[in-house]
Structure formats: structure tokens, C-alpha cells
């Protein structure tokens, strides 16, 4: 493998999901965007915290792949 | 739209103008290694993208590398938690004095209940005192037997005790009742015209916000039960105030003046306020563009700067002051569905 493969597909795979594209990669798995919505949330202390919303990297692994 | 194998080759020989089987060949040959690296127990790590690794459960995971994370969400980057509501006991105007008067008066009335602390230090000391204490009651009680006086004394007593009408209106009862009554009156007034009055001045950036947001925000607000009743007064008269505002700009209302609404004309006020963030984008120019199509809708429209570490410096685009996170949200609910489902409520310092 060659520098410049690897540079592409982690830059193709980037720029897939930033369009909220999923990228499934055979004997891999899927890597997707998942949104957060903003949301409160309680702390122990009786805080109440406005979490603001977030656009996570999520990947899920192929079950049907080799061993 | 899905990127499979296929799409994914073609992408990587488009930007690299790499030959297809050079690039089928390379992509096999890396799915090999992250499969070999994660089945061995090690992880394979791309870097700039993340790691690929086994869980203890045999899975294969991926973590993927902060700058990966941060590009991913640059919408939203530098956002940080805005605390909408603080304990109870925190949210009192008066926490600190209210506890500190407490434990002054409790240290003051434990020290009135053990007024002997310092004298059991020296026990000959108590002793003494006690003897002479003894000795003055003994000699008090055979003086008042000897000499009469205790007669006197219960007839004195009885004077006091029972009211006959020539007592009441020698001994000027009227005295003993206005000075009994004046200071009820006067210690009941004094506090309550602080907590009525100090609140009003006080919570006129931060608290004021922190409070209307809990009253105007579902139910979570109704849990502020310590404040005094006059405080929650004070604070609910804040938010008709503000939501009346809202309400007479719920509509495209030109040449609104109002320091709060969603439409009009972005107001210049001093303390923070609000907004609904719609865009998020790395341009100014675009950022400004946006802002001037929103703002020719009718919205009151803003462009913020935000500095980033990684990103650097980032345009977002908001729309509406709002003194308080509820009714920025109850405005966001009501917006064009393109914005709707994509926003997120920013504070304005």
C-alpha cells in the first residue's frame, strides 16, 4: 500500500459521510454519521445541562465477514 | 446514498487517478491487514482516521482519530454545555447569607445553651460558683420568709396576672400592647419588602434567565419551590413580560424595536441573549450571504464568529434574540421544516 491510497480513502471515506453518505467497506463494516439532537440533561448534583447537539462517527462492524 | 466497494474504488481512483485494479488491489490488501491486526489481538491504526481493534467480546471496533472527529462534526465544534437550571438550594438569590445567618444563629444559641463550656474547663472554678450560687438562693429565701415578702410577692404577681378593669387602665395596657405589636409588625414588614424588591434588581442578567428558563421550560420549573413566594412573583412577572414580547413578534412584524423576538431586526443589547442556529460554515462570505437571505425573510438574522483549535475560525448563522433557552426553543419548533429539523440553540455573550 501506498501512501497516497491510504491518504485517498481516508479522505473519500471523510468526505462520504460529511455528506451523511454511508461508506460500506466488504468484510469491514458500515461507517455512517449519526446526529445527536440537543438535548438537557440531569446531573447528580440537581443540575440541569443543555447538551448541544453533535454529529458522531459511527461505524458497525459486518457480521457476515471472514473470521 | 450508500458508498459500496464499487463507488468507493471509483471515488479513490477519481481523486488519485490511480488505475482501478491498482486500487482494488491496494483496498484488499488493507481490509486484509485491519482483519489480520484486530484477529491478532493488535489494532490497526490509520492515522487521521481512527483504529481498528477487536473488543473483548470479539467485535471489531473502531475509534476513530479526534481530528476525524472533529471534522465530522465541524457544524457543531466548540459548543460547549449551557447550564439551564441550578440546584435548588443554589438557585435561592440569597444562598450564601441565608446559610451563613443560619449557622450564626445556631453557633450563637449553642453558645447560650452551654454558657458553662468555658467554667467546666476549671472544675474548682464551678464548684466555688456553685456554692456561692447555692448559698445566695438560701439566704434570698430565708430573707423573703423572715421579713414577709413572699406574701408581697404572690400579691404582686396576682396584680399582674389577673386584668381587673382599674389595672387595665392604670397600668396603661395600652403601652404593653403597641410595644408587643409594633415590632411583630415592624420585623414582619422589613424582610418582606427586601425579598420582594432585591430579586426585582438583581436577576436582571443571569438569574433572571436561569429562572424564567425553569418556569417557561415543561415542567422542570414547578420543582423551584424554596424561592419565597414574592421572588417567584417578581420572576413570573419577567417572563409574561418577555413572552408577550414573543408573541407580538410572533409575526413578520417590520420595524419591531423589541430586544427579544424571531423576526425584525437584530437588536444591539448588553447582556447575552439566544439564538437558533441554522448554519454552520467555515466562509464569512457565505456565512454573511446567509444571514442577508434569512434576514430579507423576515428573520432576525446573525452571523457569529467562533475560533476553533483544529478548524480555526468557523461562521455560524442564528436567527431570533431569546432571553431564555424555552422560548428559543418554542420558536424553533415553529420554523420552516429545512430549519426545524437542523438547529441547535446558541448563546449569544
Given amino acids: 500500500m501506498d501512501s497516497t491510497f491510504i491518504k485517498a480513502f481516508r479522505e473519500v471515506v471523510r468526505e462520504e459521510m460529511m455528506k451523511k453518505n454511508v461508506v ?13 439532537k440537543q438535548h438537557e440533561e440531569r446531573r447528580d448534583d440537581g443540575n440541569v445541562l443543555m447538551i448541544p447537539p453533535v454529529d458522531r ?11 | ?57 470479539g467485535e471489531l471496533t473502531f475509534d476513530p482519530a479526534e481530528e476525524l472527529k472533529t471534522e465530522i462534526n465541524y457544524k457543531y465544534v466548540g ?20 446559610k451563613g445567618g443560619k ?22 472554678a464551678t464548684l ?31 396584680v399582674v396576672l389577673s386584668p381587673p378593669e382599674t389595672t387595665q387602665s392604670e397600668e396603661a395596657p395600652e403601652s404593653i400592647v403597641p410595644d408587643e405589636t409594633a415590632p411583630v409588625i415592624t420585623e414582619a414588614e422589613e424582610p418582606a419588602s427586601p425579598d420582594v424588591q432585591e430579586p426585582a434588581d438583581i436577576p436582571v442578567s443571569e438569574e ?26 417578581t420572576v413570573e412577572t419577567v417572563v409574561e413580560a418577555e413572552s408577550s414580547e414573543e408573541l407580538a413578534s410572533a409575526g413578520p412584524a417590520e420595524g419591531s424595536v423589541t430586544p427579544f423576538g424571531l423576526y425584525g431586526k437584530i437588536q444591539m443589547i448588553d447582556h447575552r441573549f439566544y439564538t437558533i442556529v441554522v448554519h454552520s460554515m467555515q466562509s464569512e462570505s457565505r456565512a454573511r450571504e446567509a444571514a442577508g437571505e434569512l434576514s430579507e425573510e423576515g428573520y432576525r438574522a446573525i452571523a457569529i464568529t467562533v475560533l476553533h483549535d483544529d478548524i480555526g475560525q468557523m461562521w455560524r448563522v442564528g436567527i431570533g434574540q431569546f432571553a431564555t433557552i424555552p422560548l428559543a426553543q418554542r420558536a424553533a419548533s415553529d420554523l420552516p421544516e429545512e430549519f426545524r429539523e437542523n438547529n441547535f440553540i446558541g448563546l449569544i455573550q
Avoid at chain 2, 449551557?82 to 435561592?92: C, D, H, M, N
Wanted: glycine share 6%; charged share 30%.
Fill in chain 1, 24 to 36: 460500506d467497506i466488504e468484510r469491514i463494516g458500515r461507517f455512517e454519521v449519526i446526529h445527536e
Fill in chain 1, 57 to 67: 462517527v459511527h461505524f458497525t462492524a459486518e457480521t457476515d465477514g471472514e473470521a
Fill in chain 2, 1 to 57: 446514498m450508500k458508498i459500496d466497494r464499487k463507488k468507493l474504488i471509483t471515488l479513490i481512483c477519481d481523486k488519485t487517478g490511480m488505475k482501478p485494479e491498482s486500487v482494488e488491489g491496494q483496498l484488499n490488501e488493507l481490509i486484509t491487514q485491519i482483519r489480520q491486526a484486530s484477529d491478532r489481538g493488535n489494532a490497526l491504526e490509520i492515522k487521521g482516521f481512527g483504529m481498528f481493534y477487536h473488543t473483548s467480546q
Fill in chain 2, 79 to 98: 459548543m460547549e454545555s449551557v447550564e439551564v437550571k441550578k440546584p435548588a438550594a443554589a438557585a435561592s438569590p440569597f444562598p450564601s447569607s441565608d
Fill in chain 2, 103 to 124: 449557622k450564626e444563629a445556631k453557633a450563637s444559641v449553642d453558645k447560650m445553651e452551654h454558657p458553662l463550656d468555658n467554667e467546666e474547663k476549671n472544675p474548682a
Fill in chain 2, 128 to 158: 466555688i460558683t456553685s456554692i456561692v450560687v447555692v448559698l445566695v438562693i438560701v439566704i434570698g429565701i430565708i430573707l423573703l420568709v423572715d421579713f414577709g415578702y413572699m406574701d408581697g410577692l404572690f400579691s404582686r404577681e396576682q
Fill in chain 2, 208 to 233: 433572571d434567565e436561569v429562572a424564567s428558563a425553569e418556569s417557561d421550560g415543561s415542567s422542570e420549573g414547578s420543582e423551584e419551590s424554596e424561592a419565597p413566594e414574592p421572588e417567584t412573583e
